[in-house]
């Protein structure tokens, strides 16, 4: 509970910074600023439709599938990482209104979703296709990657916490 309400304390200071930046910003550069909200607004939109659309369709199809179940089952949470991944670019949008400016964390968290997608289609693969060799590869290097990302999202983490150890301070 004592995290929600920090979070929102959070978000009404990145509100009131974002005020205060439009305040300071002159007066004929303001019809750009809202342009560029107006964009966001409708980026952010058709965000939430698609993963709207998407998901119905994913639920649609695995309903009907005459799929094999593990292939059924993998086709569903393939399309589900699908949706998370517009959803952080959803949430991505929406940061840029609370916090303003570039986020890393959520590209960070939609290359770990990717690949976390991608290692789960290979793996998949390589009990169905003869080309184990090339599949392992790509199973390899997407588990890098992912192992990577989950690094620099660590490393992220850290960074934003006060105090030098990097611990949690109350």
Do not use: C
Not at 62 to 86: C, G, K, N, W, Y
Not at 97 to 112: H, V, Y
Not at 125 to 148: P, Q, S, W, Y
Request: aromatic share 6%; hydrophobic share 50%; no cysteine.
């Amino acid at each position: 509970m004592q995290r929600s309400a920090v979070s929102g304390q959070e978000s009404q200071h990145g509100w009131d910074a974002r005020r205060q930046e439009r305040e300071r910003t002159p007066r004929h550069i303001l019809p750009l600023v809202w342009a560029e909200d107006a964009m966001h607004y409708a980026v952010a939109a058709v965000l939430v439709a698609v993963a709207a659309v998407f998901l119905v369709h994913t639920v649609a199809d695995a309903l009907r599938s005459h799929q094999a179940f593990p292939d059924a089952v993998l086709s569903l949470i393939e399309s589900l990482l699908f949706v998370i991944i517009v959803l952080e670019l959803f949430t991505t949008v929406v940061s840029h209104f609370r916090e303003g400016g570039f986020q890393l964390k959520p590209f960070l968290i939609i290359g770990i979703v990717s690949g976390v997608r991608h290692v789960l289609t290979a793996g998949a693969r390589t009990a169905l296709d003869a080309h184990f060799d090339k599949i392992m590869i790509e199973l390899g290097v997407n588990t890098g990657i992912v192992v990577g990302l989950v690094v620099a999202l660590v490393l992220v983490h850290r960074s934003e916490r006060p105090g030098l150890g990097g611990g949690i301070e109350e």
